[in-house]
């Protein structure tokens, strides 16, 4: 679990990248919080820097769109789904919990 901000230091439409390896982008999507793998599937953009519109958003280097609930691209050219990592706030703080890579323990 990895201390990311205070909630009020992520408003609505708003997001922060963690420099974890891999990188993790935390999204405020009005007013629910999404975690994912930071950098794009189709080549190293990073999605904290894309453009968010509802629970999707955009990469900025070639606008594949990825839904932050799921993980999944929702069109081309990204073709795999980023991993999506649980976010819970307590005493105002979020917090990431990361989910284990493939081929590793939890
Ligand atoms: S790097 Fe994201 S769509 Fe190409």
Redesign the pocket.
Known sequence: MIPICRLDDLPEGESVRIDTTPPIAVFNADGELYAIDDT??????S?SEGWLEGCLVE??????SFDLRTGQPTCL??RRAVRTHHVTVDDGVVYVHVAAQEGTAA
């Open positions: 794009c599937t189709h080549q190293d953009a999605l990469c900025p280097l070639h606008a594949a050219p990204a």
